[in-house]
Each structure stands twice: as structure tokens, then as C-alpha cells.
């Protein structure tokens, strides 16, 4: 598939390249990244002929989007997609310790958790300030969920479906200043629970519509049915099926190295790379709009392009869920 292929949301004016470049990395994302690793990350992705660009306040702590939008201000603003999130208010705090979070010297910044109106019109003022752009595209609520929130998840699923989030979300999208909204989270259940409240356009689903994970299905085609486009993120699961060690951004358990190690020689049998089927295998379903690609440089950017674009037979998607690599009822095209 290349990577300038073009998907649409149904219900709003969104369209998406078949890749986009996620950039947790631009701030610092387990390691220093200089300005200039993620300049050439960028310019190679632009270069490829990539236009959409999804960040996030909580990358680096605010440094992600002050990068990015330095980056994309260079171009003209109808020529790339842009997403970036809320539900976390950035708040200046000199304790900020040289690694917070997996992220490597974080700017001052702390993020406090907070889903309700004020604090979602809040975010996206200090979002477009920091990117320089004043309507960015799509507006995903961040990290909210049962796993990801414990005990106070309720507190904060209240706050945005009571205390006005979501109405914050549905006030800025009639205004125009964004044109999609939806959740980008970790968890698929709350996508699940967040279509049964509001009319989301689409969700970020990182790392869970994979080569290893395939549990989120029910959601994808719930999705497709109501026009809900799903982002991809994490098509590598924190970088497993790409040659690491990482699982859900923490050291992957032996049991997901054997199953890695498992998936890698059925890809190899059919004569594809791993890291191709990653990238590829979720665009099979119809809900998915998009795979977003992280990358820290020029070179893993490519990498990942040239993996996108590796031509990969008709029939190695059926000999993948022959072989149960992927779930007997999920779509792999004709």
C-alpha cells in the first residue's frame, strides 16, 4: 500500500493518508531526541508524501506540540491533517524532574488530569498557542479509561459526560474550530462507552488492533456501522513487532516474546516481513482510516515507509489466520 493512499471519515470533511507520523517522540519519548533527529523525521515523512500529524500536551510535556507546530507552519495549513488531544491541563511546576513518565527532560510543565468544560476549552487555547495553528483538525480526548484512571475513573468519566467535556467537544466542532472530535486512548472499551454518550467522528486505538491484539473487533465493526473512522496507532504494540522489547511503553513479558517470535516466523514462512504485516494488516478493516507511525529520525521513518509500501501476496493474510496470527472472524479483504 503507499503511503499517500487517501481514507475519509464518513460523517466530516477529514481525509486522512494512509500513514500518518505520531510524535510522542519529538518529545523525547524514552530518550533524548534532538530538534534536528525530529526535524528530519518530519521532512522525510513530508518528503513521502505523509499529511497527517497527530501530538498531544502530554508528550514531553508540552514540547511535542511546540516542536511539531514549528515544523508544520512552514507549510501551507490546507496541505496536512492535524490532530492533538485534551484532557490533561499542562500546569508550570518547577519540581518537573529530568524524567517524568518515560519522557526525557520534559519542559515545566505538569499535567494535571481534567475532562470537564472548562479545563477542554482551556487545553485547546493553550494547544493552538503552543502549535501556532488555530484550527487543528480533530480533538481527541487523551487517556481516559477504567485501566488507565483506577479507582477514579468514574470521577473523570463523570466529568466529561456530565460536567460538560463532551459538550465542550460538540461546542468547538459546530463553531468550526475543529472538525472531529473522538477519544485517543489505550483502552477500546471506552471508545465502546463513548459512542453510547456522543457522536464521535473517530478514535486513536493504540496498540490495540494488531498482530498480537485483535480483542478490539467488535469495536472496529461497531465503528464502521455507525461512520466512526479508527486511527491506528501502535500497529507495532510500543514497538514489540518491530524489534524491540517494549509492550504497552514497559518491558514485554516472556509469554509476548514467544508469541512475538511465533507471529515473526509465520510472516517469514509466507515470505513477508513482520514489520510489513504490522503496518499493513489493520488497514484490512474497512473502520480503519489510518495507521500512525511514531519515529524519532529520518531513517525510522523510512524504514517504516519502505515496510508500508513492502508488496505483500493475497494470499498471506489467509495463511496468517490459518496459522491463528489473526482472529478467524476479522476482515483481510477478498
Same mark, same amino acid.
Given at each position: 500500500m503507499q503511503v499517500t493512499d487517501r481514507r475519509s471519515l464518513r460523517n466530516r470533511d477529514v481525509s486522512f493518508t494512509v500513514m500518518g507520523l505520531g510524535c510522542a517522540q519529538m518529545g523525547n519519548l524514552y530518550r533524548w531526541t534532538s &530538534? *534536528?533527529? #525530529?526535524?528530519g523525521a518530519f521532512n522525510a515523512a513530508w518528503a513521502a508524501g505523509i499529511r497527517y500529524f497527530d501530538t498531544a500536551p502530554f508528550y514531553g510535556y508540552t514540547r511535542s506540540e511546540r516542536r511539531l507546530g514549528t515544523m508544520l507552519t512552514e507549510h501551507e495549513r490546507d496541505d &496536512?491533517?492535524? #490532530?492533538t488531544k485534551v484532557g490533561r491541563v499542562m500546569v508550570p511546576d518547577a519540581t518537573v524532574g529530568p524524567e517524568e513518565e518515560a519522557y526525557v527532560r520534559p519542559l515545566p510543565f505538569r499535567p494535571v488530569y481534567d475532562y470537564s468544560y472548562d479545563a477542554i476549552l482551556k487545553s485547546f487555547e493553550a494547544s493552538q498557542q503552543r502549535i501556532g495553528?488555530? *484550527?487543528p483538525?480533530?480533538? &481527541?480526548?487523551?487517556?481516559?479509561?477504567r485501566m488507565t484512571h483506577g479507582d477514579k475513573h468514574q470521577h473523570y468519566w463523570t466529568q466529561l459526560t456530565k460536567g460538560g467535556g463532551f459538550k465542550a467537544l460538540g461546542e468547538l466542532r459546530a463553531a468550526g474550530q475543529i472538525k472531529a472530535v473522538g477519544l485517543g486512548v489505550n483502552e477500546w472499551q471506552a471508545v465502546w462507552d463513548a459512542m453510547d454518550e456522543f457522536d464521535i467522528d473517530a478514535a486513536m486505538l493504540a496498540g490495540r488492533y494488531t498482530l498480537l491484539e485483535q480483542d478490539s473487533l467488535?469495536?472496529?465493526?461497531?465503528?464502521? *456501522?455507525?461512520?466512526?473512522?479508527?486511527?491506528?496507532?501502535?500497529?507495532?504494540n510500543s514497538g514489540l513487532l518491530a524489534g524491540n522489547k517494549k509492550f504497552n511503553y514497559a518491558e514485554a513479558p516472556a509469554e509476548l516474546l514467544a508469541r512475538v517470535a511465533e507471529v515473526e516466523a509465520a510472516c517469514a514462512t509466507e515470505g513477508v516481513s513482520m514489520q510489513a504485516a504490522a503496518l499493513?494488516?489493520?488497514?484490512l478493516h474497512p473502520a480503519v482510516v489510518t495507521v500512525v507511525s511514531g519515529?524519532?529520525?529520518?531513517? *525510522?521513518?523510512?524504514?517504516?515507509?519502505?515496510?508500508m509500501q513492502e508488496e505483500i501476496p493475497a494470499g498471506v493474510w489467509k495463511a496468517l489466520k490459518d496459522k491463528g496470527v489473526i482472529a478467524a472472524d476479522a476482515p483481510i479483504g477478498a
Open positions: &530538534y *534536528q533527529e #525530529s526535524l &496536512y491533517v492535524l #490532530s495553528v488555530l *484550527q483538525d480533530i480533538l &481527541y480526548v487523551h487517556d481516559i479509561g467488535k469495536l472496529l465493526d461497531r465503528a464502521h *456501522q455507525a461512520g466512526v473512522g479508527i486511527v491506528v496507532a501502535g500497529a507495532f499493513n494488516f489493520p488497514l519515529a524519532r529520525n529520518a531513517d *525510522q521513518i523510512t524504514a517504516n515507509i519502505t515496510w
